[in-house]
């Protein structure tokens, strides 16, 4: 009888999954034998609904929108909208409105393992200007996320950049110009070298 | 451990101790009068006696609950729509009110491995949203055949998978690295990683559906908070173990775990595997958002920051005995859980000695996969003073380094990715705290 009831749900289980995840045992680590088949659900989006929710910009400049603006029209909207939680100054008020503007000298050997309280400003740490325009536009002002314009995103993006001393005050920003901003310590990025083993990295 | 088994009089409120101290009938309480109403209501049902509408005691206020001296005396509680715990067992996120952004599972409160759903950790960017399930969409585009829309009814449609993974927040273990005070609970220095039966989707095969195109290395993410929370991944890890996932231990995701549909990544940095999930776009290289540069990278000793640092490595802690027990003479089980994100644990090894001499422990189950198992050390405590650590090894032959190792490859200041030995401190007077200078 019991024997009977284990053949029915193995027999039920390779019916409902089929070949696709007969190799799904409970220790399978990964998918990728799962040969390819086309189901037919969903539908294909179209361009109007990918361009609405397409809005990120990669770190070529991939992705930024037509517009510009000044450094100096940024440090007017960044008073009105930005300064209640970071700050006039942009120091903020950690950890739940992080500093945002400092260019601290001691930044400079890149010390950050060793001093915790060595500011990750967007002058001292951020590797790709691109980053600013991308989270300010997408999750900022935290009370009206999103409701920025392209212009106003670009001059608070120069107003920031500007700030922490990697672009001059008198500098405007376009899709065309920021794509050319190097951030200080690109070049300390590096990848993920760890790869389990015996050596503790 | 030992508060939940004691059952001691004096951790009641008043009226329950007087209850349990005093004589049966006078201990009969309100609350128990309309349990045993509702029984004979039930026993009335299941006889198909008709039923008169309730009474004054349905009504009733509710009332303190008072434990009866005799439980077999008196009849239980009614049946109900949704259950409750134990009114014993109080389980806690958050203890100590700090809700910035995150709030720790109560390792201490818990056995086996898997975590109950309302006691997920949760770390988020930007709060928990407020998703109906009926609008949401996820979209599939970039280097694909067909850009693709997907509502929840058909993301469900697809063949469906169940596994258990653990989640662990990148940063779970920052303060005990940084400060490792005595008084820290498990909670406290590891509350930041939770384990669930996940059941979804494998992402290949929605991947599949829209056609991913070879030429695709990478893809973002993209989640339906009010940060609209994006990270990159490799597509090699879309087409190994990725998930797209609505269940969480059997019942759809809890908001905080992103109801109704997240992304999946098992063993990687918690905030990878994205929740309230709307979006993947297949690139050829990543975005650099903003929780892949300014966020979750990993300062280095010799001046660099590690980048798109995902494996979390092994590690375990006991979750039993901790601070803030107190031990008396004789034998305890010293318990605890081992994770690693790179697929097995091996073998878990407990110290009592403070890391002189180590004991293999027992491990249960002994099979998961970026799932973490519990091991058990029996332990007979002579009331001196004693040291107790573990340390996991996973199939790579990767070993739970000490914190002075650690120090030593990633500096007082590293972000993320805090695996270090750490164990409790048993004083003779049995009193035990946290042990993090290892």
Redesign the interface.
């Known amino acids: 009888m019991r024997r009977t009831v284990i053949i029915g749900l193995v027999l039920a289980t390779a019916a409902c999954?089929?070949d696709?995840?007969a190799s799904?045992t409970?220790?399978?680590?990964?998918?990728?034998s799962?040969p390819?088949?086309?189901?037919g659900?969903?539908?294909?989006?179209t361009p109007a609904?990918?361009a609405a929710?397409?809005?990120?910009?990669?770190?070529?400049g991939e992705g930024l929108p037509a517009g510009s603006g000044t450094a100096t029209l940024g440090a007017d909207i960044y008073q009105k909208k930005c300064a209640m939680c970071h700050g006039p100054k942009g120091l903020g008020m950690p950890?739940?409105f992080p500093l945002i503007i400092s260019r601290d000298p001691k930044a400079e050997?890149?010390?950050?393992?060793?001093?915790?309280?060595?500011p990750?400003s967007?002058g001292n740490?951020?590797?790709?200007a691109?980053?600013v325009f991308?989270?300010v536009r997408?999750?900022m002002p935290?009370l009206q996320?999103?409701s920025l314009t392209n212009d106003e995103v670009y001059a608070l993006t120069a107003y920031l950049l500007a700030a922490n001393e990697v672009i001059p005050m008198s500098a405007t920003l376009d899709s065309a110009s920021l794509m050319q901003v190097k951030m200080p310590y690109r070049d300390?990025?590096?990848?993920?070298?760890?790869?389990?083993?015996?050596e503790?990295? | 451990m030992t508060k939940r088994m004691a059952g001691s009089t004096t951790e009641l409120p008043p009226a329950a101790r007087d209850a349990v101290t005093t004589p049966a009938d006078e201990s009969i309480s309100r609350r128990d009068l309309i349990a045993g109403a509702a029984g004979a209501i039930g026993v009335a049902v299941a006889a198909g006696i008709p039923l008169v509408a309730g009474g004054q005691a349905a009504k009733a206020a509710p009332v303190a609950p008072v434990v009866p001296a005799d439980p077999t005396k008196l009849q239980g509680a009614p049946t109900s729509q949704v259950g409750s715990r134990s009114t014993f067992f109080k389980p806690s996120r958050t203890p100590f009110g700090e809700t910035?952004?995150n709030s720790l599972t109560p390792l201490q409160d818990l056995a086996g491995t898997i975590t109950p759903a309302d006691l997920h950790f949760e770390r988020h960017h930007?709060g928990v949203p407020l998703i109906d399930p009926a609008r949401h969409t996820l979209?599939i585009?970039g280097l694909v055949e067909?850009?693709?829309?997907?509502?929840m009814d058909?993301v469900k449609?697809?063949?469906q998978?169940t596994?258990?993974y653990f989640i662990e927040c990148s940063g779970n273990g920052r303060n005990a690295y940084?400060e490792p005070k005595p008084d820290l609970t498990p909670q406290k220095v590891a509350g930041l990683v939770s384990n669930t039966e996940w059941t979804g989707v494998?992402?290949?095969?929605l991947l599949?559906?829209a056609g991913a195109k070879p030429e695709a290395t990478w893809f973002?993410a993209?989640g339906g908070d009010?940060?609209?929370m994006?990270r990159s991944i490799p597509m090699a890890k879309a087409?190994?173990?990725a998930m797209v996932v609505w269940t969480q231990n059997g019942e759809p995701l809890r908001p905080e775990q992103g109801f109704p549909l997240r992304l999946l990544l098992p063993g990687w940095e918690g905030n990878t595997s994205v929740k309230w999930l709307?979006?993947l776009?297949l690139?050829t290289?990543?975005?650099?958002?903003?929780w892949e540069?300014?966020k979750y990278?990993d300062?280095?000793?010799d001046?660099?920051?590690?980048?798109?640092?995902?494996?979390m490595?092994a590690k375990s802690i006991i979750t039993a005995p901790a601070f803030p027990q107190v031990l008396s003479r004789g034998w305890w089980p010293v318990t605890g859980l081992a994770w690693t994100g790179?697929?097995r644990i091996t073998r878990v090894e407990v110290s009592t000695d403070n890391g002189r001499s180590w004991t293999d422990a027992e491990l249960t189950p002994t099979?998961g996969?970026k799932a973490p198992v519990r091991f058990t050390h029996y332990w007979e405590w002579n009331g001196k003073e004693a040291v107790l650590l573990s340390r996991a090894t996973?199939e790579?032959?990767?070993?739970q380094?000490t914190r002075k190792?650690?120090l030593k490859?990633?500096?007082?200041?590293?972000?993320f990715h805090f695996n270090p030995i750490v164990g409790w401190k048993v004083a003779a007077d049995g009193k035990v705290t946290f042990h993090g200078e290892t």
């Open positions: 999954a089929g696709r995840v799904d409970p220790t399978a680590a990964g998918f990728s799962i390819a088949r086309h189901y659900l969903g539908r294909a989006a609904e990918v929710l397409d809005i990120d910009v990669g770190p070529d950890p739940a050997g890149f010390k950050f393992a060793s001093d915790p309280k060595l990750k967007i740490y951020w590797p790709d691109t980053t991308d989270y997408r999750a935290l996320p999103g300390k990025f590096v990848p993920d070298d760890r790869r389990g083993g015996r503790v990295k | 910035v952004g930007a979209l585009h067909t850009p693709l829309m997907l509502t058909e449609r697809f063949p998978v596994r258990t940084r494998p992402l290949k095969v599949d559906e973002l993209e009010a940060c609209v994006t087409m190994d173990d709307r979006r776009e690139g290289r990543p975005w650099a958002t903003r540069t300014s990278t300062p280095l000793p001046g660099t920051a590690r980048q798109y640092s995902f494996d490595d790179r697929g099979t996969v996973d790579t032959g990767y070993v380094p190792e650690l490859v990633r500096g007082i200041g590293t972000d």
